[in-house]
């Protein structure tokens, strides 16, 4: 333990140690994910969201639970920053009962509605009209909620972007707009896709509030995402950040990255997002190497029990393929 | 006023009427969509109500289907009970994505958890010389996809009715108003509402073949029935209101009965709601048939504007004649 830490740490420290924490979760479970994956353990599709751990983790400290989320098909980070039991999660992959959506989404459709956590879409830019909807239906009940939408910067080239924008700051709906910029829709560079890259000024030519974030720095992601929704929540309206970030591994786990120079990776892996918040922690005395080897240890242990739940838990009966299709009757 | 006494109406009346209903019934309910306001509704069925209930609740959107067919979603995930309106079937391809991957899928993806009770309204078919992009009848396409339900009120009792129903139901529903039915009129009895959205109905019982049909061709279906009676060949006409699901059972009762069958489906023939329903009669009722079943569908061609070709390439009474006496040789 450091000595910060020893003592009782301030609340701000104990912050950032939260912070690291998520991220460090999101981290791990996703090694895991490829380790289970190359076993054969775990199928489908899984898009791994490391190197863009800031982002999740940053926007969630600004919502509330009674807030509302909407997820894109690289969403292992978000729902486990908004709380889904790890679990559930790992239970998901391994298309279990226990899993958050019966075993039946899979890696691109976490679901919570208990946590209205409205999933994981795996359209890109599909969310966007529900996050519309959700916020519509609180605006017309006078809900002080907000909902946060994830998507990418590949979302931001389809016509449903656009409607939803037009949509949002005409209804003046209480949606805070997080588009993930990785710079890359699957394999296609973003300056390759897209006439302006500057994705926060077309966001913005919406009339609705719209700035870069650096998406690697998990505070400055928290301060940016809590400015925005104290401004949505006094009734300012839809706000769009653009996160800067980027994804360390293959777009998803068929992907051999013919698109980008391993230099690059490795340029973006200098401001590695747990790294850069581990740091300022060291520099700061709140937290040494003893720590961070003790977190991790714990989170693997964590994970590890929840891969052997998930292994052990039961799979859905062939008998019931066709339930969730139709709502039962109503007796 | 009670319930036997009767008032003259329109299906158009009627639809509204049973929005106006549902939005006096429940304050989850409104109506989005393009010019459902100010303007009355492209085909005037919304006409006043925005005076009535006010622009939060007869909601007038961009012209983005998806975006607004997504956002009727989100709101109904989140407990409202939206409306939507869609001009037409064509335009609905717009947001066939969020039909289709969100208000179909969501329930089964989220293992349960993700009701979408949402009702979407649209128009279909020909008649009116609108041509190849505003005449389609689409909606055997939606029958394909599992966890959507399909129906199409053909007559007043339904076009009042079926609304309500549909509200109720945790999940979605879709609605196919046939361009030519709202200007027929008739009479309602004063308390009319709810109907049943599961059953087929036989809108002309007889004994000598069946008629399987439903939406815009039902009258043209029994005026077919009425001239065949003039030869002595009693035709029973099912009106199938919902069409996913099928009542396959009242089908194939009348099979039983009539041993023979013709379908009467505006859709384009290949790969449609008729082929699907023929296929059913074969599955279910091919020991009870003394003939080939027989299809009267839309000719396979993009809906031409001049009034001579339009009517060629829809289903006629005449065809109907024709492929009834084929079947009954």
């Given at each position: 333990m450091s000595r910060a830490a020893a003592k009782g740490a301030p609340p701000e420290a104990a912050h950032r140690r939260d912070l690291l924490r998520q991220m460090l979760l999101i981290r791990r479970f996703e090694d895991k994910c490829v380790e289970l994956y190359s076993a054969g353990e775990i199928r489908g599709f899984v898009h791994l969201y490391i190197g863009e751990e800031a982002v999740a983790v940053g926007v969630n400290e600004a919502v509330t639970a009674e807030d509302s989320i909407v997820s894109t098909y690289r969403e292992h980070g978000h729902a486990l920053a908004r709380g889904l039991p790890l679990d559930s999660v790992m239970a998901e992959m391994y298309g279990k009962t226990s899993g958050c959506s019966r075993g039946r989404g899979g890696s691109m459709h976490l679901f919570d509605v208990s946590r209205r956590f409205y999933g994981g879409n795996a359209?890109?830019?599909?969310?966007l009209p529900l996050s519309i909807g959700i916020a519509l239906a609180d605006k017309l009940r006078g809900e002080q909620r907000v909902t946060a939408c994830f998507f990418g910067d590949?979302?931001?080239?389809?016509?449903e972007f656009h409607e939803c924008m037009n949509l949002a700051a005409l209804w003046d709906l209480p949606v805070l707009f997080c588009c993930e910029n990785n710079l890359y829709a699957m394999g296609t560079a973003l300056e390759r896709a897209q006439a302006q890259t500057d994705l926060a000024l077309r966001a913005g030519s919406y009339g609705m509030p719209a700035w870069a974030v650096d998406g690697m720095d998990v505070l400055a992601v928290q301060h940016a995402a809590r400015g925005a929704v104290e401004a949505i929540r006094a009734g300012g309206g839809p706000h769009f950040l653009e996160l800067r970030t980027y994804r360390f591994r293959a777009h998803s786990m068929y992907d051999p990255e013919r698109y980008r120079d391993k230099s690059e990776v490795e340029e973006w892996k200098k401001r590695d997002p747990v790294d850069l918040l581990a740091c300022r922690m060291r520099e700061s005395d709140e937290l040494t190497d003893a720590d961070f080897q003790a977190m991790g240890d714990a989170l693997t242990g964590e994970i590890d029990k929840a891969v052997a739940a998930a292994k052990a838990a039961p799979a859905e009966p062939v008998e019931d393929l066709t339930r969730f299709v139709y709502s039962p009757e109503p007796i | 006023m009670t319930g036997t006494e009767t008032m003259k109406t329109t299906y158009r009346e009627a639809m509204r009427a049973a929005i106006r209903d549902a939005l006096q019934r429940d304050d989850r309910v409104f109506l989005m969509g393009e010019d459902v306001g100010r303007y009355g509704g492209c085909f005037a069925v919304s006409l006043g109500l925005l005076d009535e209930?006010?622009?939060?609740?007869i909601r007038d959107t961009p012209l983005s289907e998806s975006a607004f067919v997504g956002a009727g979603i989100g709101a109904a995930l989140a407990g409202m009970r939206p409306i939507v309106e869609i001009m037409t079937v064509n335009f609905s391809l717009l947001a066939l994505d969020q039909i289709m991957n969100n208000a179909a899928t969501l329930l089964h993806m989220s293992g349960g958890q993700c009701n979408v009770p949402l009702v979407i309204r649209m128009t279909t078919g020909a008649g009116r010389q609108v041509a190849a992009q505003h005449s389609h009848s689409l909606e055997g396409w939606y029958t394909h996809i599992p966890g959507i339900k399909v129906l199409a009120p053909a007559t007043l009792t339904d076009a009042r009715g079926m609304l309500w129903t549909a509200l109720q139901d945790p999940d979605p529903v879709l609605i196919f108003e046939h361009g030519s039915l709202y200007n027929m009129h008739g009479s309602l009895t004063a308390d009319a509402g709810a109907v049943d959205i599961r059953s087929a109905a036989v809108r002309r019982a007889g004994a000598d073949v069946s008629l399987i049909t439903y939406g815009g061709t039902l009258s043209t279906t029994i005026a077919a029935a009425e001239t065949l009676a003039g030869d002595n060949i009693d035709a029973e006409v099912i009106d199938?209101?919902?069409?996913?699901?099928?009542?396959d059972k009242t089908i194939t009762d009348s099979v039983a009965k009539t041993h023979r069958a013709v379908i009467v489906d505006e859709g384009w023939r290949t790969g449609s709601l008729a082929a699907e329903i023929s296929a059913r009669i074969m599955e279910q009722a091919f020991w009870d048939l003394d003939a080939p079943t027989e299809r009267v569908c839309g000719a396979e061609v993009p809906m031409p504007y001049p009034r001579h070709l339009e009517q060629a390439a829809l289903p006629g009474a005449d065809a109907i004649v024709a492929a009834v006496r084929r079947a009954v040789g």
């Open positions: 359209i890109v830019g599909g969310g590949g979302a931001v080239a389809e016509g | 209930f006010g622009p939060e609740r199938l209101r919902s069409l996913r699901p099928l009542d």
